[in-house]
């Protein structure tokens, strides 16, 4: 049976244009996706391009309205309604939340109402401070169950060298193994 995905957005606005082409990977694999975005990544015009145009975008793509309040989110896991969860792109901020257990964002929420049925969750990690102020929460995550990272990477060593972005073009694959319980692997990529 055709599985539903949910595909959250946080804020790193730099990698929207990639989780565009990431939306379609994830369709064209025959999943069903349900859009969510967190507060910032909904609300805030940037110089990476104004929010409406992403929001049509996405909602164009996945052809569902994008999950945007505390609302909206809370019947996710109640209902059942995601076979899996991934944030793409997951900052800092995020995943700081998260290791916390905090759920003040319609992404936050959606991860803690979705793993409470025990079903995967995915991060695709695109922060600068990966190797830095968030690597333990990146290291806290990886470690509980039901939640994965899809495999990343530095992405600028000399300028950022703190800074990991996913490589989002193993989403889909990092979503087909995290749905048979497994790590897609390697989880560190090389330069
Ligand atoms: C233009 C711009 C680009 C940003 N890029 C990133 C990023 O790549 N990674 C990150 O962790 N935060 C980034 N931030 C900061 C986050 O947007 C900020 O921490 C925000 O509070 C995140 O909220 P959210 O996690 O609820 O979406 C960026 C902010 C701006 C304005």
Redesign the pocket.
């Given at each position: 049976m055709r599985k539903t995905v949910g595909f959250a957005l946080?804020?790193?606005?730099?990698?929207f244009q990639k989780a565009l082409a990431t939306l379609e990977t994830l369709k064209a694999a025959d999943y069903a996706v349900i859009p969510i975005m967190?507060?910032?990544?909904y609300s805030?015009d940037?110089?990476?391009g104004d929010s409406a145009f992403f929001r049509e975008k996405i909602e164009e793509i996945t052809g569902n309205e994008i999950i945007h309040t505390i609302p909206q989110a809370e019947p996710i896991g109640p209902k059942k309604l995601l076979d899996a969860l991934v944030i793409c792109?997951c900052?800092?901020?995020?995943m700081a939340k998260l290791a916390a257990g905090i759920a003040d964002?319609p992404?936050t929420l959606a991860a803690k109402s979705h793993l409470r049925n025990g079903r995967p969750l995915v991060i695709a990690v695109?922060?600068?401070d990966a190797l830095s102020a968030a690597a333990p929460n990146i290291g806290s995550l990886k470690n509980r169950k039901h939640i994965y990272f899809v495999p990343f990477r530095q992405d600028d060593p000399t300028e950022k060298p703190n800074s990991a972005v996913a490589d989002f073009s193993l989403v889909v694959n990092t979503v087909d193994a995290a749905l048979r319980g497994e790590q897609l692997q390697p989880t560190l990529l090389g330069g």
């Open positions: 946080t804020g790193s606005f730099c990698t967190s507060f910032n990544a805030l940037t110089r990476f792109p900052t800092g901020n995020t964002t992404v695109s922060t600068n």
